[in-house]
């Protein structure tokens, strides 16, 4: 079982940057592929980015690309999501979240974290 604990949210305006962390504990971290979702009130979860256990291959939404980075320390066992030019639209809470295997469906995720807000002001 894999523990994942997320932090960094919090309030920006418009145009600014955030850096979540997903921290995790517990089974190899290395083992596990790590994604980021977001659901904001009224909407279904939603992916955001992920990246696999080995090659560190990654996945971003459209609406993101160009945007936020994902990146991984395995010294750390840590997951980061580099978020620039926020948008009013990327409110939401932010999840982190453990799969065996890279995918962008929610379904495929054993271990979730517990999330961080995230507010953009127009």
């Known amino acids: 079982e894999v523990q994942l604990v997320e932090s960094g949210g919090g309030l920006v305006q418009a145009g600014g940057s955030l850096r979540l962390s997903c921290a995790a504990s517990g089974e190899t971290f290395d083992d596990y592929a790590i994604g980021w979702f977001r659901q904001a009130p009224g909407k279904d979860r939603e992916v955001v980015s992920c990246?696999?256990?080995?090659?560190?291959?990654?996945y971003y939404a459209d609406f993101v690309k160009g945007r936020f980075t994902i990146s991984r320390d395995g010294a750390k066992n840590t997951v980061y999501l580099q978020m620039n030019g926020l948008k009013p639209e990327d409110t939401a809470v932010y999840y982190c979240a453990a799969a065996w295997a890279l995918t962008s469906w929610s379904s495929g995720y054993d271990y979730w974290g517990q999330g961080t807000q995230v507010t953009v002001s127009s």
């Open positions: 990246i696999s256990s080995e090659e560190y291959s990654t």
